[in-house]
């Protein structure tokens, strides 16, 4: 009786421990997640940070030719998104002297600013043009030369490079990846999928928006829909997952869960982010 009741409660035990080591994964996967999404939203909500040239003429920021530049894949579960936003939201510098219709600037150090690639451009906040940028022409260890006269500019205003950043699953990883530089961050472990949709309608609770895998015209993106697929860290022996996964913005995307790596729990992120910057 006594080996009976031992063998019933180690038993006991164990559900009782893989219960536990299942919520614990939950929570895991639930914090991170939304970590994630902090990153993930302000660097969408900061698109076209500095980049207003770009957005209304044309012209190139930093080597691309968008503030927003998707790359789309199929909805399988096993292969994510990726996306290159440009903004400037890399502070590099402060103003040691007020500007005043000049081209030259005085800074505290200029050794994070070139005047080549992605390096050349740069943004002054607070100046009377804040989403206006500018390309470095010359420099010394503490002088810039730009390619266009500054009408004011205040002593210790920031100075902000204009940067392409993407983001893309690499290894199960969501990583931020400077495109011109060595800088990688690890945004978020054990991610299964990425996908990102597009709308360049305005924001209207009447009228529902045309949301797009691949935008047409990036430039006048108004909000992007992110979602993202999470796996728990550790397996659990004999599970295997059996829903039916589907976009939220387009039922008609799915794939049966069925497909997916064995033994893993799975569980689906979402949210929408409208850009400050778009016009």
Known sequence: MFGVLTAAGFSLFRE???INQWQQNQLEMQSSSRAAMQVLIQSFNHA?????????????????????NPTNQNFTGITPDSVTL?????????????VSESTLVTVDSATNIG????????????????????EV?????????????????PNNARIFRVNPLQYAVVNGELRER?????????????????????????????????????????ENVKAVWIYMILR????EAGHQ???????????????????????????????????????
């Open 178 to 218: 400077e495109t011109d530089g060595p800088r990688t961050d690890i945004i978020i472990y054990d991610v299964q999928d990425f996908q990102l949709a597009y709308t360049d309608d305005d924001e209207n609770l009447n009228t529902p928006a045309n949301w797009e895998d691949n935008p047409a015209n990036p």
């Open 16 to 18: 009782q421990s893989r």
């Open 86 to 98: 440009v903004y400037g939201f890399d502070h590099v510098a402060t103003v040691n002297g007020a």
């Open 137 to 153: 022409t010359g420099k010394t260890s503490t002088t810039l030369t730009v390619d266009k006269s500054i009408t004011r500019l």
């Open 48 to 68: 076209g940070f500095g980049c207003s040239e770009n957005i209304s003429t044309g012209k190139d920021v930093a080597g691309e030719d968008n503030f927003l």
């Open 115 to 134: 005047t080549t690639e992605y390096l050349k451009h740069i943004s002054f906040f607070p100046s009377l043009a804040p989403n206006d940028f500018y």
């Open 241 to 279: 997952e059996n829903r039916i996964f589907r976009l939220p913005w387009d039922a008609g995307q799915s794939f049966n869960g069925n497909t997916l790596p064995a033994g893993f729990h799975y569980q689906e992120f979402q949210t929408q982010v409208w850009l400050r910057n778009a016009n």
């Open 232 to 235: 728990t860290r550790e397996r």
